[in-house]
């Protein structure tokens, strides 16, 4: 899973998010879920138990694990989703899809509240099933490249064939369109022959 999604279950594992619940303890604003009107808007609420975002969770939990994935307490809802396989999708692992899926849900709440110009995706939970199987496609690809052989070579003067001689450059240059480079030729002994 992705690094923001990393911090976002970071937050959730230790129940963080600014939900409604924690803004009004500060006299931020009513308790109440912004879409339900009359329900305490706490994290299990705004990741599971609102109306928007079940039909997400009842298109990607398994049938036989929906009983106990609605009624499970917020720390124990935690622990089995990063434990467990519950998703209809066999090949992605369930912990990757849980914590995609529940940081879409918290950015899409969000962006409901407060911009109107957004939309949700039409079939969610296919939007989330896109995203994680591209994180895993890429990720699949770093390793690629960090698992070939890495070769080292020290760059340095080399002695060039008898008879020849080396001509070592280098040059840089400014923004103002100041610009310099210098050379320098050796022989087959590294002898210095002439620099500009």
């Known amino acids: 899973m992705s690094e923001r999604v990393r ?7 230790h129940d963080r998010l600014l939900i409604k619940v924690r ?49 499970a307490e917020l720390e124990d809802w935690i622990n089995i989703n990063k434990s467990k396989e519950l998703g209809l ?48 496609v890429e990720f699949h690809k770093q390793q ?3 698992n070939r052989e890495l070769m080292t070579e020290n760059i340095r003067w080399k002695t060039p064939i008898i008879g020849w001689v080396y001509l070592n450059t280098d040059g840089t240059s400014r923004r103002n369109n100041v610009a310099g480079c210098g050379g320098v030729l050796r022989d087959d002994n590294g002898m210095w022959i002439c620099g500009f």
């Open 89 to 136: 999708d066999t090949i992605m692992q369930w912990a990757d899809c849980w914590a995609t899926t529940c940081h879409a849900i918290w950015t899409w709440r969000n962006k409901m509240i407060h911009d109107n110009n957004f939309v949700v995706p039409f079939k969610p939970w296919m939007e989330i099933s896109t995203r994680v199987n591209n994180y895993v």
């Open 23 to 71: 803004l009004a303890k500060i006299h931020l604003g009513s308790p109440m879920c912004y879409f339900c009107g009359d329900e305490l808007e706490t994290t299990l609420h705004v990741l599971r138990d609102c109306p928007i975002t079940m039909s997400i969770w009842m298109n990607t939990v398994k049938v036989v694990n929906r009983n106990w994935f609605f009624a």
């Open 144 to 146: 690629v490249m960090v």
């Open 7 to 13: 911090c976002f279950l970071w937050l959730l594992c």
